[in-house]
């Protein structure tokens, strides 16, 4: 009998890796319009001698008039503030093409149409976002996301704990929960395919802790609320960046904001927004008066607002650390009375992927 269990175990393991390959698949396959959305693409222009750069074309947003548009990052379709309006966006992105850093087999899905320009001169940011307009008959109308499907119209705010997905080009549908609100955090990567040198100072972002929910590539991915049975995710950030241990989103409602859009999809019939906590919204004005000073502590890439590690679920200010050997015993232990904790998360990064082989 545990002959045939263990067979049984086996058999169901490859079953489920191979499961995942086909998913992780199909997010950097090539695919026939219209097509759908949570998938490989580039900036035609995102490429040079030296190396081509792929990101995430993550969801349908249309505009007053009704225009139809890709939402992704600055850094994924407008190249970190380098492109120019009307740039092609295609897909599948460059470093998933046969041969490598080439435009064989791919299309033009949209051109680039708005972004948010990135501020790398010590000022806040609070978003990394772009819109491309859509190509008639290209893109899957209802705006269609791999392995998570259409979404709702109806966003939510980002709360502590709650249940997040997206499916994205590099690690395709995960699942997490946000850890942290209201983060201040430095992130890296921005410049050339990726491979830039220059850093930008974001606000009011959030934190997802979680070694797996994303990876290089990812970025541009419309993070979601996880659903009810037979209900549509509701729209909630817009991923960027992350670390080893990471992943930084950006709450929607401001990206919608900076953009003037909105999303593809009918209304969710009940709205899932966590009510606000006081005592959350106390805890990130002292953390707010007290910015800069956080973020400028030997070792920190970063702050915001978690639930203490006590397990008590009392707010407390979060430093993120960029290794373990940051040296703890230096830094402040309570501002205004509320108590700080750490957590090591290494630095953070925009989440493009490159290949370093001559273009084609």
């Not at 380098?82 to 966006?89: L, Q, R, S, Y």
């Not at 791919?106 to 609070?126: D, E």
């Not at 019939?269 to 006081?278: I, V």
Request: glycine content about 12%; proline content about 4%; overall charge positive.
């Amino acid at each position: 009998m545990k002959k045939y269990v263990s067979q049984f175990a086996v058999s169901g393991l490859v079953f489920l890796l191979w499961g995942a390959t086909l998913s992780l698949a199909a997010n950097t396959a090539q695919q026939k319009p219209p097509i759908k959305l949570g998938t490989s693409g580039s900036n035609v222009k995102d490429i040079n001698a030296s190396f081509c750069c792929t990101g995430t074309l993550g969801s349908l947003v249309k505009d007053k008039s009704g225009n139809l548009y890709i939402l992704s990052n600055n850094h994924v379709l407008a190249r970190a503030n380098a492109g120019k309006v009307g740039e092609a966006i295609m897909q599948r992105g460059y470093v998933d093409t046969v041969p490598v850093c080439s435009n064989t087999g791919t299309i033009t899905v949209a051109n680039l149409s708005k972004f948010v320009k990135l501020n790398f001169s010590g000022g806040n940011n609070s978003v990394d976002a772009a819109i491309a307009k859509i190509v008639s008959g290209q893109v899957n109308s209802n705006g269609t996301i791999l392995q998570v499907g259409a979404v709702s119209s109806t966003t939510v705010t980002p709360s502590v704990g709650l249940k997040v997905e997206k499916s994205g080009r590099t690690t395709s549908k995960t699942t997490g929960k946000i850890g942290a609100l209201n983060v201040t955090v430095n992130v890296t990567g921005y410049g050339p395919c990726g491979l830039g040198t220059k850093t930008a100072k974001f606000v009011k972002q959030f934190q997802i802790n979680s070694s797996t929910f994303s990876g290089g590539g990812d970025s541009g991915s419309l993070i979601v609320t996880q659903p009810a049975a037979g209900k549509k995710p509701n729209p909630v950030g817009l991923l960027f960046a992350g670390s080893s241990t990471s992943t930084i989103g950006s709450p929607i409602n401001t990206v919608l904001t900076a953009l003037g859009v909105s999303f593809v999809g009918t209304p969710a019939e009940a709205s899932m927004q966590a009510a606000a906590d006081p005592e959350v919204d106390r805890v990130s004005q002292v953390k707010d008066r007290y910015d800069d000073d956080l973020l400028n502590l030997p070792g920190v890439v970063g702050h915001g607002v978690a639930l203490s590690k006590d397990g008590s679920g009392r707010p407390v200010i979060v430093l993120f650390l960029k290794d373990n050997a940051v040296s703890v015993e230096h830094l402040p232990t309570t501002i205004e009375g509320v108590p700080i904790e750490t957590q090591v998360t290494g630095e953070f990064r925009t989440r493009i992927n490159c290949n370093h082989t001559a273009a084609k």
